[in-house]
């Protein structure tokens, strides 16, 4: 009997040990050489401000959704909170990666992580099941298609790579392997096999007659995602994807947003043997402004800077600064003067409120820009305390992690360079 009683101690040591932070939170990353972060709040406020604004995120929108058969916990994050609400794929790769930098700040981060995971494994596309059924409600149902949403599972991939650093003995979950299986559904499913651009979802035929792979969506161009991709599975289909989305967005910038460097919410082809891409009609997917910089396209400058800052991207550095020095401009230097939605030559689709959505986005991408010092603290304190609802507090929230220098991803955690910087072109 003594026998069995150390036994198991042991068994829940090893269990607790396995379940600790490799990088428990705030794990301070380095940015490439020339970039900012804001300089009038110290690292320990900057800090703090993340913790709280968890704190409100968790309890506005993180859910326990029961259990498995195994009887461990499954949660889920809420993407609206009329009554029960509903749950987006999106949402479940929000909450990975949150869970994933939280961790040590979060004691039960690995547990939530592994529920976030279990849902996942319990909505999967009626297409591709290593994919997840992007919207479910909350009786558990699939809604609007029993099919994927490619930023949903990106970030999922993405949240399972990071759980995976912080929890490397597998336990709760194999956060890896699930990583690379969904992976290897998106490389199959959800990939341009010509355009090498992120189809909308699996429900997208390549060469369909309305949706293809040049129907695509600026925001789901994540290079930061598919370099840790690359680097997990490698599969050569996303080292391919950072050139494509890169040339994607210079020709769209320059091209139909000289002035403003804004993208839109979705794209097709410029003309039928065409590679290039141009601005979606209105009402080609979601509504009146789907070529413009509206509710989609707002989260580009964030993946874009995101992608300089981790990385060292001359390109996407270029690319994200130039939607940063327009806005600066465009609102007077004044951060809730940011309009939430533009056309791609700056003129507001609205002025009538001020939401964090577009502006904390565009406080990544300020960081780099040494110029813009104090159009990052305006921004960054424009949204540090703010909250309205699941979308806007996820993106602001992942947003500040950023500007704070306590978000990172598995390739950009450890490494090493020679001379101790990384460089941007200026």
């Known amino acids: 009997m003594r026998y069995l009683s150390i036994v198991f101690l042991i068994a829940a040591a090893q269990g ?14 380095n940015h490439a050489f020339g970039s900012i972060r804001p300089d009038h709040r110290s690292q320990a406020q900057l800090d703090q401000d993340i913790r709280e604004a968890y704190a409100r995120w968790k309890t506005a929108y993180l859910r326990s959704a029961g259990t498995d058969g195994g009887g ?9 909170t009329d009554g029960n609400g509903n749950t987006v794929s999106e949402g479940q790769g929000y909450g990975l990666i949150i869970m994933s930098v939280m961790a040590g700040h979060e004691p039960d981060a ?11 494994d319990r909505h999967r596309s009626g297409i591709d099941s290593r994919l997840m059924s992007w919207n479910i409600t909350a009786a558990g149902q699939p809604q609007q298609g029993n099919d994927s949403a490619f930023d949903g599972d990106n970030d999922i991939a993405l949240g399972l790579l990071m759980a995976a650093a912080q929890w490397p003995a597998g336990v709760p979950v194999d956060f890896r392997a699930k990583a690379l299986d969904m992976l290897a ?7 341009g096999p010509d355009s090498k651009l992120p189809l909308l979802g699996d429900w997208v035929t390549p060469n369909g007659a309305s949706y293809n792979q040049y129907s695509v969506r600026p925001s789901d161009f994540m290079p930061a995602h598919f370099l840790n991709f690359s680097a997990a599975s490698g599969a050569p289909v996303w080292k391919a994807a950072i050139v494509a989305t890169r040339t994607a967005v210079e020709h769209l910038q320059t091209t139909y947003a000289a002035g403003t460097g804004l993208v839109p919410d979705f794209t097709v082809r410029e003309a039928a043997a065409s590679s290039l891409l141009k601005p979606a009609t209105a009402g080609f997917l979601e509504g009146p402004h789907d070529g413009h910089y509206n509710y989609n396209a707002g989260r580009a400058p964030w993946r874009l800077a995101t992608h300089a800052l981790l990385h060292a991207d001359a390109d996407s550095a270029r690319q994200a600064r130039r939607i940063a020095q327009w806005s600066a401009t465009a609102a007077g230097g004044i951060a809730t003067n940011i309009r ?14 001020f939401t964090s959505f577009f502006a904390a986005p565009i406080g990544v991408a300020a960081m780099t820009s040494p110029t813009q010092q104090s159009w ?6 424009s949204v540090r305390t703010r909250q309205e609802g699941y979308y806007e507090d996820s993106v602001a929230l992942l947003s500040l992690m950023v500007m704070s220098g306590t978000y990172w991803d598995p390739v950009a955690i450890d490494r090493i360079f020679a001379d101790g910087v990384q460089r941007i072109a200026p």
């Open 185 to 191: 559904g998106q490389a199959a499913s959800v990939m």
């Open 16 to 29: 607790a040990l396995a379940q600790t932070p490799a990088f428990p939170f705030p794990h301070h990353v």
């Open 376 to 381: 990052l603290n305006a921004i960054y304190d």
């Open 110 to 120: 690995a547990v939530i992580a592994a529920g976030l995971w279990r849902y996942v």
């Open 340 to 353: 939430p939605g533009y056309l791609l030559d700056g003129t507001p689709i609205t002025t009538t409120y």
């Open 72 to 80: 461990n916990p499954v949660y889920r994050v809420l993407c609206n």
